[in-house]
């Protein structure tokens, strides 16, 4: 299923409303891309393959990839229990999933509301009803998005070639990091990161709302 | 009556639930999206609309009868109401969510109450005009015609 015809991209499309999605999938579907809809965020989660419970350590190693691709998530904001807000974040959180394109969809014009979403990284808002024209300004995200993805694939390729050239070169010690390692560090730099987050939210350090994005920026 | 002639009622009647308010743009566009592939594209949707109208309209008298009113849950299900409403292309159901929702945010319970009231008028009302509509719709398929698209 995920190997699908390459040329078709795979759209998870997230509201509470069954109006709302069968619209949307419509639109999706008449814009030739393979729909999946779920109504609440925490089924979107599960669906991508990271669970609730446990925010800091998605249950999908970073390595291994999604069973079913999916090019874009677009969301409703306003949705009870989880928002689209949330989902958001949690997706951005993931290193599995934060190169996944999202979009925020939602009836109301706050631009607050704007504003917060599209500085977590979200990549549109749309204000509902979602018309033909919104949907034809997808294509471009997972355009980018999947470039973005082979580079780094590419790049993987590349640098676990040099490791191995490396073993076998036996390196200076102190020299250069080996990849993983480094990518380790990484992901150990974000974690503490989103720790930071947390405290900051709970108020501990108020002055210092600012670098709250700052880990999560998707260039 | 011939095809032709059932089409140029279709046409008006459409032209006129447009002119009276009762439609917006985004009904053209739930049209637009009607295809081959899913002929009762439109149909299917709207029966989704009245189904959740009458559950909402339902729970919206049932809050609005407690002792001491939640104008918190009441505005939740208004709120639902005018989104689904806005994605039908059902402005003047929608317009009077707006008006609602601000009776709610100012805790008024005779404007809430009178608004449920225009609520369920200004639903029945298209529900009824809808009807009509799908039945001109079968009777100019039956006849063998196409639906001609109204702008």
Redesign the interface.
Known sequence: MGMATESQFHVLAVDD????R??IE??L??SSYQVTTVDSGSKALEFLGLHENDPNTPSVSPNSHQEVEVNLIITDY?MPGMTGYDLLKKIKESSSLRNIPVVIMS?ENVPSRITRCLEEGAEEFFL??V??SDVNRLKPHMMKAKNKDQQQENQEKQEKQDEESEETEKSEPGSQQPQQQHQQQQQQQQQSNNNKRKAIEEGLSPDRTRPRYSGLTVV | MDVGQLQRQFTDYTASLFREGFLDDQFTQLQKLQDENNPDFVFEVVSLFFDDSEKLVNNMAKALEQQTVEFKQVDAHVHQFKGSSSSVGAHRVKNVCVTFRNFCEQQNIEGCKRCLQQLRHEYSLLKSKLETLFRLEQQIIAAGGSIPMVE
């Open positions: 409303s069954l109006i709302d069968k619209l419509k639109l579907k008449n306003c009836s509902k009803p018309q033909i």
